[in-house]
């Protein structure tokens, strides 16, 4: 666990603020958002005293303010972890990221980017109708061994709360069971752990923070359009947003459900014996 608790847990309203007149007109943009990460990596035991932290960076907005949200938590913070980045270059002719490189540099993040020949391989493969699958699988050989590299001990990833609900949906609706992207996680044989701070923040407010930053345009994947008209997690994405409209709070719901599981209530067999045993208690 953390070392300190109540340093992440008061991390919104004591160490962001320069003033409490800062403070009163919440313009640190990280504020929120550094209040929710700081929960989520106390309530899920994610970074320990001496740790070393890999992040992804696509150089989408939410990675890009998990990088900015963890800088400052490094610097604050009465542990020491190491933050690293790392960028894969897949080879899309749609990305540059000459501009990631130079921000990174401008912010003295420790970015390594990465060239790989996912793109090819995609072509290779025939998997351009359905490229994430490989394409995922090929990305976390190649970010699992810049970790091993640099002796990094947890993976960390911006995944959002936003995220987790259609990571949710798309299992179900799929038949693959009642599960979600874990906010702490065994990868890589269990030899590190996979962890995902933004897991308790909104889609919306990450955005909302990230425009006070001036974010480059490195372009988009060479099957954005593709993925965005006819890809499963666009469509979930789309029927989520739908559902907000009925649902106000579909996603502070659904997040609240996730940590409240019932297996009693369900249909896996594997329980029935620990339910035999509570009823006979």
């Not at 909302?208 to 480059?216: I, K, L, M, N, V």
Request: glycine share 10%; charged share 25%; aromatic share 8%.
């Amino acid at each position: 666990m953390f070392g300190k608790r109540g340093f992440f847990l008061g991390i919104g309203t004591c160490i962001y603020r320069n003033t409490i007149d800062e403070m009163k007109k919440r313009t640190d943009p990280l504020l929120e958002l550094g209040r929710l990460a700081g929960k989520a990596i106390v309530d899920f035991k994610m970074i320990q005293d001496g740790d070393r932290l890999l992040v992804g960076i696509s150089g989408g907005v939410d990675s890009m303010m998990l990088m900015h949200v963890l800088t400052r938590f490094q610097k604050r913070a009465p542990i020491s972890f190491e933050l690293f980045a790392v960028t894969l270059d897949e080879g899309f002719d749609g990305i540059d990221h000459a501009p990631l490189a130079e921000y990174a540099e401008q912010q003295g993040w420790d970015l390594k980017i990465i060239k790989t020949p996912i793109a090819q391989l995609i072509v290779e493969k025939e998997s351009t109708d359905h490229p994430c699958g490989l394409c995922a699988r090929l990305r976390r050989g190649f970010i699992h061994g810049h970790a091993d590299e640099l002796n990094c001990n947890k993976l960390v990833l911006g995944h959002h709360r936003d995220d987790l609900c259609v990571s949710l949906l798309m299992s179900l609706f799929r038949g693959k069971g009642i599960k979600t992207m874990s906010p702490n996680i065994a990868a890589d044989s269990g030899t590190k752990r996979l962890i995902r701070p933004l897991c308790y923040a909104p889609k919306k407010l990450i955005e909302e923070s990230a425009g006070a930053f001036d974010f480059p345009n490195i372009g988009n994947c060479d099957y954005s359009e593709q993925l965005d008209q006819d890809g499963d997690r666009a469509t979930l994405e789309r029927l989520f947003h739908t559902l907000e409209e009925t649902f106000p709070n579909i996603g502070k719901s659904m997040l609240h459900s996730m940590g409240d599981l019932r297996p009693e209530t369900l249909l896996d067999k594997r329980f029935l014996d620990h339910l035999k045993s509570i009823g006979e208690d």
